[in-house]
């Protein structure tokens, strides 16, 4: 039987290709860049960077161990909380590839720094960092309660339901236009319907949409 050698194990990864929870990178230039991909995968499911790999997935190989630094200097310094992650060191075809796993956090979101100090948040959708909306931000903050809360419907929530009942998938801006419920309540009250299993948020030409599930009973 064939043993599987640690260039096997590398080459499985590659040929996967970039998705949810693998991104490639051929280098490391900017640690705040990177702490985009760390807060993305942390926030999201958790994945695994591959550094040193081309989107093509031609191994180009790290240059140094200053990237390995910038890692560490990306979790630490421009992760919000820091991010925890392992990193393994693979050597194939005579070039260094570094794999960097990132766990999903219990507690979210975690926060990219900026150059201009602004933190944001960033969520994995396939195999595209996407900055995170008010409603995930909103769904976040309610996971975080820990009493269970019993969903009442008001005559503004039930509108809002018919509403996306009416029109099928909505933006968030055309949501609170047509119910005419200000952005800011509209986007709680998503979240609200999202932890309820009512509504079901989904990203198309990168902006968000929702849209009510189709197993969902609107009372």
Same mark, same amino acid.
């Given at each position: 039987m064939r043993t599987t050698t640690e260039t096997d194990y590398l080459q499985q990864l590659i040929q996967e290709g970039e998705h949810i929870h693998q991104d490639f990178k051929f280098e490391i230039s900017d640690a705040r860049k990177i702490a985009k991909s760390?807060?993305?995968?942390?926030?999201?499911?958790?994945?695994?960077?591959?550094?040193?790999?081309?989107?093509?997935?031609?191994?180009?190989?790290?240059?140094?161990?200053?990237?390995?630094?910038?890692?560490?200097?990306?979790?630490?310094?421009?992760?919000?909380? #820091?991010?925890?992650?392992?990193?393994?060191?693979?050597?194939?075809?005579?070039?260094?590839?570094?794999?960097?796993?990132?766990?999903?956090?219990?507690?979210?979101?975690?926060? #990219?720094?900026?150059?201009?100090?602004?933190?944001? #948040?960033?969520?994995?959708?396939?195999?595209?960092?996407?900055? #995170?909306d008010t409603v995930y931000l909103n769904r976040w903050r309610h996971n975080k309660k820990e009493e269970r809360v019993m969903m009442v419907y008001s005559e503004r929530e039930q509108h809002l339901l018919d509403i996306l009942a009416q029109h099928g998938a909505l933006s968030l801006n055309q949501c609170s236009r047509l119910s005419h419920i200000p952005q800011r309540q509209t986007s709680e009250l998503l979240a609200d319907f999202i932890r309820f299993d009512l509504v079901e948020q989904f990203l198309k030409e990168h902006t968000f949409y929702f849209q009510l599930k189709e197993e969902s009973l609107i009372p």
């Open positions: 760390l807060s993305a995968f942390a926030n999201t499911e958790g994945g695994r960077l591959l550094i040193g790999v081309k989107d093509n997935g031609k191994i180009a190989g790290i240059r140094s161990e200053e990237e390995i630094y910038m890692i560490e200097s990306a979790a630490t310094m421009y992760c919000k909380p #820091a991010v925890e992650f392992q990193s393994r060191l693979y050597r194939t075809e005579g070039k260094n590839v570094l794999e960097v796993y990132v766990p999903e956090v219990e507690e979210k979101p975690i926060y #990219a720094i900026d150059e201009n100090q602004k933190a944001w #948040a960033y969520v994995r959708i396939a195999d595209e960092n996407i900055l #995170a």
